[in-house]
């Protein structure tokens, strides 16, 4: 059965509460990886590991443990892009399945933006996460479990 690992620093509270309801119904192993300790409910099926502190110590705690067919709950494009190559699969918090077919300009995208904001252009963070969002991502997460489960 696959595991479902989250890049916990980072992720939303209300994603988080969609995979502890998901993981109890489908008992589906879901691990939030984080370099600070996190409260979860009380579970057979979600545990939290937590990581020393430093830049992608959990990103690459997650490509170290992650197996083909796994899936990795992360906004971190890069993070994306490994997990894709050790043929598991990835979903940011709003929805969006990172495949073999997207990373690549999503990792192309990630790269401009960066050089446009080390160059001083003003640019503003994300929208905030939205019903909608919320929806696309157990949408997404819900197709996920269905396929793990054959």
Do not use: H
């Not at 059965?1 to 489908?26: G, N, Q, S, Y």
């Not at 979860?40 to 979600?46: A, E």
């Amino acid at each position: 059965m696959a595991t479902i690992w989250v890049d916990a620093d980072a992720c939303p509270a209300v994603i988080k509460e969609v995979l502890f309801r998901a993981a109890d119904r489908t008992q589906t192993s879901v691990v939030l990886v984080a370099n600070q300790g996190l409260r979860t409910p009380p579970s057979r099926y979600i545990s939290s590991l937590q990581v020393e502190k430093g830049f992608d110590v959990a990103d690459d705690e997650i490509v170290k443990r992650v197996e083909p067919g796994d899936l990795v709950i992360t906004a971190d494009i890069p993070l994306a892009a490994e997990v894709i190559e050790k043929k598991a699969l990835a979903l940011n918090p709003r929805g969006e399945l990172y495949t073999l077919e997207n990373i690549r300009q999503r990792l192309n995208m990630r790269d401009f933006m960066d050089t446009m904001r080390s160059s001083g252009v003003q640019m503003g963070g994300p929208a905030a996460l939205n019903q909608q969002d919320r929806q696309k991502f157990a949408n997404e997460l819900d197709k996920f479990l269905q396929r793990s489960k054959r």
